[in-house]
């Protein structure tokens, strides 16, 4: 089933045109990824999805409603949940306070507690850390708390921009095994990255974005193979 379909979709800042007349689809249960240099949109298609940006042109259809005009708010009540870029976490509230301002849209607070405990088993390191404050975590718990806090509002689509961003090599690792895992539980994933190796190898299918538009979909694995995909985003000629 198809869970998000974007057509046609362009996005403006001013007069620049971050987004040009992009389509994509995630079905249900998938890892879809946007791969894509600095600057090519992905950040821009991300906050077109969950409404902190406001399309253009073209429209965008959720669960076979069109969300395309919906505020914000009321996408994450319809189980859209983005885990910014750069983290965007509350720095001066307590890990716990983090988690529990994800949750804020939720109607069925009382089954908070399983979810408080399927964030921590995903990542240990905020259960140890529940009483921190945010602000004073390392980058890569950081990362953790965000995407923690996404997971809260209990989302059917979880959009990641750069979870690997910043992150130390064991980190990334772990980051990505913990994307596969949230997605065998039943999360679809819509993820951004610029670490397209492991995005490609966790993805079920991806899209390559240059300047604002679609240039190349395929399988995560066709991609890996494509020679044009290698020598411009895989750092092998
Ligand atoms: P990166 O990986 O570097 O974050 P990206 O693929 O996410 O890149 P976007 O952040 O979506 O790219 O940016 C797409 C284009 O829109 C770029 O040319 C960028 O300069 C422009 N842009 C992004 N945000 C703004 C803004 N707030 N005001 C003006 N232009 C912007």
Redesign the pocket.
Known sequence: MTLLELSDVSVH??R?K?VSGLSITVDEGEIVTLI?A????????MRAISGIRPVSAGSIRFDGEDITRLRGDLRVVRGISQSP?GRGIFPGMTVLENLDMGAYARKDRKDLKTDFDRVFELFPRLAERRTQVGGTMSGGEQQMLAIGRALMAKPRLLLLD?PSMGLAPQFIQQIFRIITEINRQGTTVLL?E?NAQQALSRAHRAYV?ET?QITKTGTGRELLADSSIKEAYLGVG
């Open positions: 800042y001013g620049i971050a894509g600095n600057g090519a949109g992905k950040s821009t298609t870029e750069e951004v610029q974005l604002g």
